[in-house]
């Protein structure tokens, strides 16, 4: 499927999903030497914005138990405006109750929501809704948009798949006080060899580049920022996070697979990596400024 094909494929699933959530209620800094927001002038005003990126493994902790409202209470203590999630499960498995999860944290924390299933499968047993596993993005500020992209994926539910274009890379575009923003939700291959991380990330730096503005990309990278396969990353967008320390796993963090980055023209006032254990990783969490210009 082309990249036109998909977007108008995608658009008018997105347009759903989000007219009914509001209903519903690095490797080098990016940051100015002069204080600045990065590629805009010194004095300019600044555009606040909090991102966080958590892998919320359909909501289950490392204790194994499925607890939404867990989830929920992890995310809202991030007080983040825009949040990727990964390991979203919409009526997926008993694993997490057939929950539709984006939908469902969406209510509870009243924000706005864009789901993009990796998978899209015919209904379980008993069951009359499509079985779908993917990534997501929530939103308290105003969206404008939002899309399924394809990238380079290595299926889990064939018996002997080869690396194919698949959709699950989530773009939502939002308004931050007149400011336009383009942020991005990802999951990286998890395999230990990393010929298809790189097709990811070829992939993914095409669906960025044909985009103007301000870009945070958010995800699980299953791979440090350092690692050979996502050096191409790294001049387009920078690490926010450089220094924020390990995220996975959660109870006692050894490596930092959980990314913030953005491009030039955001910069980076603070990140850390939150100290939540309602999931098998731990959320990362960046206050950026943007110039502030309108879209």
């Known amino acids: 499927m082309t990249r036109r094909t998909s977007r108008s494929v995608f658009r008018a699933v997105a347009a759903g999903v989000l007219a009914a959530a509001a209903a519903l209620g690095a490797v080098r800094p990016a940051v100015a030497q002069d204080g600045s927001p990065a590629g805009g002038p010194a004095g300019a005003p600044a555009v606040p914005l909090r991102v966080a990126t958590y892998n919320i493994r359909a ?6 138990v499925f607890d939404l409202d867990r989830t929920a209470r992890a995310i809202r203590s991030l007080d983040a405006d825009v949040v990727g999630l990964q390991e979203v499960d919409a009526h997926w498995a008993e694993r997490s109750g057939f929950a539709d999860e984006a ?16 998978y899209d499968l015919p209904p379980d047993a008993g069951h009359t809704e499509r079985r779908q596993f993917g990534v997501a993005v929530l939103s308290r500020l105003p969206v404008l948009g939002a899309e399924n992209h394809e990238i380079t994926r290595l299926s889990t539910q064939e018996p002997d798949p080869v690396p194919a274009p698949a959709p699950g890379f989530a773009e939502v575009t939002v308004r931050a006080r007149g400011t336009v923003v383009h942020v991005y939700s990802t999951h990286l291959d998890y395999r230990s060899d990393p010929s298809v991380r790189r097709a990811q990330v070829d992939d993914m730096l095409g669906v960025l580049a044909a985009d103007r503005g301000p870009k945070v990309l958010l995800g699980d990278f299953n791979a440090e920022p350092g690692a050979p396969e996502l050096a191409k990353l790294w001049g387009p967008l920078a690490d926010a996070a450089p220094k924020a320390g390990p995220t996975y796993p959660a109870s006692a963090p050894v490596t930092r697979i959980d990314v913030v980055a953005v491009s030039p023209d955001v910069r980076v006032a603070s990140a850390r990596v939150a100290d939540v254990t309602a999931s098998d990783h731990r959320p990362v969490v960046a206050d950026l400024r943007l110039r502030h210009r309108a879209g």
Do not use: K, Q, V
Request: charged fraction near 25%; hydrophobic fraction near 45%.
């Open 59 to 64: 909501g289950a902790g490392e204790d194994g």
């Open 103 to 118: 939908r469902e944290l969406a209510a509870r924390l009243h924000m706005r929501y864009f789901f993009a299933p990796i």
